[in-house]
T-cell receptor, first 107, second 113 residues
Framework: GIQVEQSPPDLILQEGANSTLRCNFS?????LQWFHQNPWGQLINLFY???GTKQNGRLSATTVATERYSLLYISSSQTTDSGVYFC?????????FGSGTKLNVKP | SQTIHQWPATLVQPVGSPLSLECTVE??????LYWYRQAAGRGLQLLFY??????ISSEVPQNLSASRPQDRQFILSSKKLLLSDSGFYLC????????????FGEGSWLTVV
């Protein structure tokens, strides 16, 4: 299968700080998604981004498919941004997930 | 719009008892369906996926089985639960075309005691 690695595994921020989360993958993929898992376990789709750059409010994401990585940027972080962020790639009709970045934003 | 529901939301079961988690998708047809498990709050492990009625692929040999009796229904089962089956189970769906997006249900918390 496709290997997906996320870094850092854990991140602690002060409210208002910016951060960058990274996702590396081992093979060519058909798409890439970023998710936020809230404290209740719900996985929220943030971005569908097989390539290029997208922005949604304080969040933006960039995928460089030729170099097999994606970045998620969080600006002016808020306590509600806390949770686990996953990237997932699709290949061979299946979705492969990284192990996540656990973000804790402190007030 | 498409929706996905799974139930029950929480379950506490004794070791050796059976299990049945159910998932249904509405608003789409011929979806790909998936069961994932998340242990200790990190990492999603793909357990089963299905591209059609009666077609089940297992990713990890284990104590669980899956069935797809109808196009938009996916069931996760066990005849005898083990303590190690505890975890957070997520059902998901995607369209069949390449480059598609995956969407998750609300999840089911299973505690085996």
């Amino acid at each position: 299968g496709i290997q997906v690695e996320q870094s850092p595994p854990d991140l602690i921020l002060q409210e208002g700080a910016n951060s960058t989360l990274r996702c590396n993958f081992s093979d060519s993929v058909n798409n890439l998604q970023w998710f936020h898992q809230n404290p209740w376990g719900q996985l929220i789709n943030l971005f569908y981004i097989p390539s290029g750059t997208k922005q949604n409010g304080r969040l933006s994401a960039t995928t460089v498919a030729t170099e097999r990585y994606s970045l998620l940027y969080i600006s002016s972080s808020q306590t509600t941004d806390s949770g686990v962020y996953f990237c997932a790639v699709e290949g061979f009709n299946k979705f492969y997930f990284g192990s996540g970045t656990k973000l804790n934003v402190k007030p | 719009s498409q929706t996905i529901h799974q139930w029950p939301a929480t379950l506490v079961q004794p070791v050796g008892s059976p299990l049945s988690l159910e998932c249904t998708v509405e608003g789409t047809s011929n979806p790909n369906l998936y069961w994932y498990r998340q242990a200790a709050g990190r990492g999603l492990q793909l357990l089963f996926y299905s591209v059609g009625i009666g077609q089940i692929s297992s990713e990890v040999p284990q104590n669980l089985s899956a069935s797809r009796p109808q196009d938009r229904q996916f069931i996760l089962s066990s005849k005898k639960l083990l303590l190690s089956d505890s975890g957070f189970y997520l059902c998901a769906w995607s369209t069949r075309r390449s480059g598609n997006t995956i969407y998750f249900g609300e999840g089911s918390w299973l505690t085996v005691v």
